[in-house]
């Protein structure tokens, strides 16, 4: 079983910057592929990056690449996501949640969830 804490979510201007902070614990949490699910008022929870357990295989949603990316640090089990050049529409509450499985996109394939930090960008 794998517990995950976000922190790192706050209020920023347009354009500027913000790095999430996913800790895991459980015994064998730096085996899961862990990913950064987000949900804006009103709207369904959508995709928006995830890396595999080793670090190695990463993928973007469309609209976040080029301007966030998804890091691990397995001795600190702790996945990050940089947040750049960030727009309004950006502001939802970030979750993040593990999958023994690379690749997965769908919330319905994540098997264990954190409670989400707000992030606010203001124009």
């Known amino acids: 079983q794998v517990q995950l804490v976000e922190s790192g979510g706050g209020l920023v201007q347009a354009g500027g910057s913000l790095r999430l902070s996913c800790a895991a614990s459980?015994?064998?949490?730096?085996?899961?592929?862990i990913a950064w699910f987000r949900q804006a008022p009103g709207k369904e929870r959508e995709f928006v990056a995830v890396?595999?357990?080793?670090?190695?295989?990463?993928d973007y949603a469309d609209s976040v690449k080029d301007r966030f990316t998804i890091s691990r640090d397995n001795a600190k089990k702790t996945v990050y996501l940089q947040m750049n050049s960030l727009k309004p529409e950006d502001t939802a509450v970030y979750s993040c949640?593990?999958?023994?499985?690379?690749?997965?996109?769908?919330?319905?394939?994540?098997?264990?969830w954190g409670q989400g930090t707000q992030v606010t960008v203001s124009s």
């Open positions: 949640a593990a999958n023994q499985r690379w690749g997965m996109k769908l919330n319905a394939q994540y098997d264990y």
């Open positions: 890396i595999s357990w080793s670090g190695v295989s990463k």
């Open positions: 459980g015994r064998t949490a730096s085996r899961y592929a």
